[in-house]
């Protein structure tokens, strides 16, 4: 192969080196091309995966929620009684404990920030329910802690 690539004119050696250059040339355009294709529908398929895995979970979201809030209407009178127990366990001082028709309101003074973290934690397994609100006020030393929960 070689002898008879050396026994060609330098006008043929220059064209067969071209060829191959744009041979070469072409297959890295094809291979790039095909990449790039790849990436767009990889990435369109992404995109309609996401989209679905949005819509489901926010289904599940206001099906859970709404499961939530008839197992608490259902339950008001023992999840009451066991947040009042728990009041006491993590020793809430001034806890009230108020309901309408729309929201539950806790109310408490625990100047413990970690305490308070654990008694919201605990309180949210037993409603069911995120707080739509939770606010805490300070007066000097002493931290006034407002837990709302919409049951409706």
Do not use: W
């Not at 999840?79 to 366990?89: I, Q, S, V």
């Not at 020793?91 to 009230?96: D, F, R, S, V």
């Not at 920030?113 to 002493?142: H, M, Q, Y």
């Amino acid at each position: 192969m070689k002898e008879i690539f050396n026994n060609l004119q330098s006008r043929e050696k220059s064209l067969l080196i071209i060829l191959l250059c744009i041979i070469i040339i072409g297959m890295l355009l094809s291979s790039a091309t095909n990449l790039y294709s790849n990436l767009n529908n990889s990435s369109q398929r992404l995109n309609s995966a996401k989209s679905d895995y949005d819509y489901v979970y926010q289904q599940a979201e206001v099906l859970s929620l709404n499961l939530a809030q008839k197992g608490f209407l259902l339950n008001a009178e023992n999840t009451y009684a066991e947040l009042d127990k728990m009041a006491k366990d993590f020793e809430l001082i001034n806890y009230t404990l108020t309901s309408n028709d729309s929201e539950l309101k806790v109310v408490y003074i625990l100047n413990d920030l970690e305490k308070s973290l654990l008694f919201i934690e605990e309180s949210v397994k037993v409603i069911g329910i995120t707080p739509a609100f939770i606010d805490v006020s300070r007066l000097n030393e002493i931290k006034r802690f407002t837990i709302t929960f919409n049951i409706k």
